[in-house]
């Protein structure tokens, strides 16, 4: 990553949903206990099979469909209620399961500063890879653009409030992974706020 590009523009509605993401609605999540109280953001990583990309199985996953028969792996994780907001593929498509302003179940056991259940006060961003797999630069820019969107909205998720899966459940959790360049998130967004 060497030139610094600016961001896709992405606008949020009144109901939490991106205008410009693939809407995939998910039945996993729930009301969040504070809905004023989204002050976190989550940087996951997944691919499905491990190691793969493209493909409908993250679509299938948050949706509660996967098929256990498509690949051995699923057999393992097909039952599995979880979401994430969104997903950044390799392209940078963004896809957005959950609004918002709703509790998505992306972060499982954790804590963050003496809070415990992340779930409730984060918003939870998934980017197709593997914690070895470098990144694209289509999903820094997306990822950038998206959290200067949800930072405008939601102003207590400052640069400091974004975290990766592996800072809120160390030890049960390696994601995004050393592949992540956060030095490079952080210069896109610094270049963006200027």
């Known amino acids: 990553m060497t030139q610094l590009a600016l961001q896709p523009h992405f606008a949020i ?8 993401a693939r809407r ?8 969040r206990t504070a809905p004023d109280d989204i002050s976190l953001l989550v940087v996951h990583g997944i691919s499905l099979p491990p190691g793969e990309f493209g493909g409908p199985f993250i679509d299938d996953l948050f949706m509660g469909r996967l098929d256990p028969d498509a690949h051995p792996y699923f057999a393992a994780i ?16 963004l896809v957005q399961y959950v609004p918002f302003g709703a509790r998505a179940w992306h972060a499982g056991v954790s804590s963050w500063q003496g809070r415990e259940a992340c779930n409730d006060f984060s ?25 200067r969107a949800i930072s405008g909205r939601y102003p207590a998720i400052t640069h400091e409030k974004i975290v990766g899966h592996c800072d809120i459940a160390p030890g049960r959790k390696t994601d995004p992974g050393a592949s992540f360049q956060w030095e490079y998130l952080s210069q896109l967004l610094n270049l963006e706020s200027k």
Do not use: F, K, M
Request: charged share 25%; proline share 5%.
């Open 13 to 20: 509605d009144a109901a939490g949903w991106c205008l410009q």
């Open 24 to 31: 995939v609605p998910s039945p996993h999540h729930n009301e």
């Open 78 to 93: 097909h039952q599995l209620r979880v979401s994430a907001h969104c997903l950044i593929r390799r392209d940078g498509e």
């Open 123 to 147: 918003i939870g961003i998934e980017l197709e890879g593997t914690d070895e797999t470098p990144y694209t630069e289509a999903q820094y820019r997306a990822l950038a653009g998206l959290t």
